[in-house]
């Protein structure tokens, strides 16, 4: 598996009820980010955790991070046709320094949310 | 304020032509990302710039691609000749200097190698 794995692939749900993606990465990380993917627009910063920290929350979001299964969740709970995208986990190298932008992404989760 | 912008949207053009993106980042902002989505494949790091310097062009796949950012501003990504394998979306993100934060990504550019 390479860094930055998400699970599912694709995800398909009924507006109103919540969405888990998971992703697992390899090497250690000082942070763990996730980016949203409209159909045919850039990607969208979400979220970001650090390595210390355990749980992270952000509106309707909810990111984890378990550093010991190198591992993080993200939980869009009652969710709404809008958030219909793919969404990607990144991790920056370790050493970060002025490379914390030289992201490794996963190949993301395809989430649709049916009306 | 004007966010990432890319040029064009999307490029068909025969194997063997050139091609020549362009991002403008948002003003100010020192650090240029360029990454690339090949079909079916995950998003990659091609390479960074700060202002108009080359910080780390690692991900560059070969020598057929060239960025420049001129000035520090804006930044082009020509690819010569271009190949089937070359096809996929090249998003560009910028980012502020300092501490480690998200990046702002503008809408890709689509290239498809015919």
């Known amino acids: 598996s390479q860094q930055g794995e998400e699970d599912p692939q694709a995800l398909s749900i009924q507006e109103g009820e919540n969405a888990t993606m998971n992703c697992s990465y390899k090497?250690?990380?000082?942070?763990l980010q996730w980016y949203r993917q409209n159909s045919g627009r850039g990607l969208v910063h979400l979220i970001l955790?650090?390595?210390?920290?355990r749980e992270k929350h952000s509106g309707r979001l909810r990111v984890t991070l378990d550093t010991s299964k190198k591992s993080s969740s993200l939980l869009i709970t009652a969710s709404r046709a809008a958030d219909t995208a793919s969404y990607f986990c990144?991790?920056?190298?370790?050493?970060?320094?002025?490379?914390?932008?030289?992201?490794?992404f996963g190949q993301g989760t395809i989430l649709t949310v049916h009306p | 304020e004007a966010g990432v912008t890319q040029f064009p949207s999307h490029s068909v053009i025969e194997k063997g032509q050139t091609v020549t993106l362009r991002c403008d980042p948002i003003?100010?902002?020192?650090?240029l990302y360029w990454y690339r989505r090949v079909m079916g494949k995950e998003i990659k790091f091609l390479l960074h710039?700060?202002?108009?310097?080359?910080?780390?062009e690692s991900g560059m796949p070969n020598n057929r691609f060239l960025a420049e950012r001129t000035g520090g501003t804006y930044s082009t990504l020509k690819v010569q000749p271009a190949e089937l394998e070359d096809s996929g979306v090249y998003f560009c993100?910028?980012?502020?200097?300092?501490?480690?934060?998200?990046?702002?990504f503008g809408e890709g550019s689509r290239l498809t190698v015919l």
């Open positions: 993100a910028s980012s502020q200097g300092g501490a480690a934060g998200e990046l702002f």
């Open positions: 090497t250690s990380i000082n942070n």
């Open positions: 955790i650090r390595s210390n920290e």
């Open positions: 990144a991790t920056p190298p370790r050493g970060g320094g002025t490379s914390y932008g030289k992201l490794t």
């Open positions: 003003s100010g902002h020192d650090n």
């Open positions: 710039f700060v202002k108009e310097s080359k910080q780390d």
